[in-house]
């Protein structure tokens, strides 16, 4: 009797999820706080959850309900980190086609796909392969600039 609450709240955080991973995080605590709201209530009736015909005691599903959360925060940390990531390896604003050198600029959709066709010479160029090498050729460049002062002594 109390499964379709608590699946009809998962469902509603999947499709949320798909749509936006950080706002589907967020939505967790939210679904996960009307969950405990309305279990508190149901025990304070006097009557218990069942999940899957399974009867849980009230310690129990507090026990699940604080689980969930940390699933919840662990969720978010993810989204978060995830989206940073996007951020981080965006392409730049303007950028040279590889194929012919003109000046390009990008649509914020192209940035992050890192895929874009040349307006000068058609050329679908996909850079979203290469963003590993890239973020380790970005390290090098920064250890290089941490030590001005050793290669000027070199030279
Ligand atoms: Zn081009």
């Given at each position: 009797m109390f499964n379709p609450v608590i699946i009809g709240a998962l469902v509603i955080q999947a499709i949320v999820r798909n749509i936006s991973s950080i706002a589907g995080a967020i939505f967790g605590y939210i679904i996960t706080t009307g969950i405990l709201i309305w279990g508190l209530s149901v025990y304070a009736e006097g009557n218990i959850i069942t999940f899957f015909s399974i009867p849980l005691s009230k310690q129990i599903f507090l026990y699940a309900v604080f689980a969930w959360y940390w699933l919840d925060t662990n969720e978010l940390r993810g989204a978060i980190k995830e989206n940073n990531k996007i951020v981080d390896e965006r392409l730049p604003n303007e950028i040279e086609c590889?194929?012919?050198g003109e000046k390009l600029e990008l649509e914020e959709a192209e940035r992050i796909e890192r895929k874009f066709t040349c307006v000068e010479c058609n050329s679908l160029i996909?850079?979203?392969?290469?963003k590993n090498e890239k973020s380790q050729s970005d390290k090098l460049d920064s250890e290089i600039d941490l030590h001005p002062t050793a290669n000027g002594i070199m030279q």
């Open positions: 590889p194929q012919c996909d850079l979203s392969l290469e």
